[in-house]
């Protein structure tokens, strides 16, 4: 552990703010199986909700700096591509 003063408050805002982000990690992943799980059932009105939730999760995640925005534009187009497989 550090000696001065500001060093101990930053180790502790680091650990603040990487909780946060592997929560924020996590929102994503969990979005995007949402969607997986949803176009496996067939399920295209569940699809299509999961699809929009999992959309603004990934621009969040953006704005936030978590993900970069090449990797949300890739995501979001290989979802919108299996959701739009769907069989209705």
Known sequence: MANIKSQKKRAITNAKRQALNVSKKTEVKSAIKKVLTAIEANDAEAAVKAYNDA???LDKAVTDGIKKKNYVARQKSRLS???NSIEK
Do not use: Q
Request: aromatic fraction near 0%; proline fraction near 0%.
């Open 81 to 83: 591509k299996a959701v």
């Open 55 to 57: 959309n603004s999760v």
